[in-house]
């Protein structure tokens, strides 16, 4: 399922890996681990107002075209206000601005209300999480951010192709074949409708992925507090590591689709060098691998050509 090159360099090896479906490609230096980049999260306290808490979510976000925004327990969906994709909504997790510990019910509210607002779409769901500004989330404020696009993004459409060319040639899902081999390795973490594993080929720092028993939205609901309740415990296990920030994203098929896909989740740990500053990559550039861009290139050609000075 992936290749593997050793490489001895300085005091260290590299280990040069690539997953064979996907083509994706990594190298690990495990040496690199001890420059100590991680530090605590230190929350600001200057950055009220914030228009996720109670008192402005309902003045300053947008509604959905009804007048509406989507309530499940204390979670809140509404319309992203500045989208990067066909349909894309967010949702506010919880009432309170900072939680130490996230409740299971809070996140299955919160999944389930993302769940409702992506089912309105059709396309390519996924949902999607920054937690923590050095993660990339521009808002503190703990929420989840869904898509739905006619196009997978670049990620999910590579493990889509790979699925589909997998299940012609060999007649199986690569998907089952995968599992049956990672449950007996190394990396298998727990699980048994939902296996939990650690990335043979990361995508980023501590990669965890979760498999899913299937392949379109539509079918996760039975299994969302299972899901909820793996999660969790690789959020407290990044804890225990001392990351606080991460990314996550789970990536589902269209709907009514047997081209041997199934939904998977990919959650990455982020290091804090600077546990107080915005990083400019988030959920789409890490693992999506589709970066959002806010300039374009023809007026940025076109304010150097009338002269910069
Ligand atoms: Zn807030």
Redesign the pocket.
Known sequence: MFSTTVIRSGNGVIEVREEKISGLRCKISPERIHRRLDADYISLPGEVP?P??QEKVEQVTPTFADGTRIRVGESLTFPNLFPFAEWHTVTVITRD?MVSEFEPRQLQDAFRGQIISLSRSEGYPSLNWNYLTSAGASIV?PHLQGMVDRRPSALAERYMKGSYQYLMRHGRSYWDDLLEKERQSERYLFGDEIIWIAQAVPLGEREIRAVLPVSGLDDFEPYLDTFIEGLLSVIAMYRSLSTHAYNMSLFFDRRNSSRGFSAFCSIISRMNPNASSLSDTAFMERLHLEPVILTLPEELAAYYRQGTG
């Open positions: 914030c996720f808490c601005h404020h």
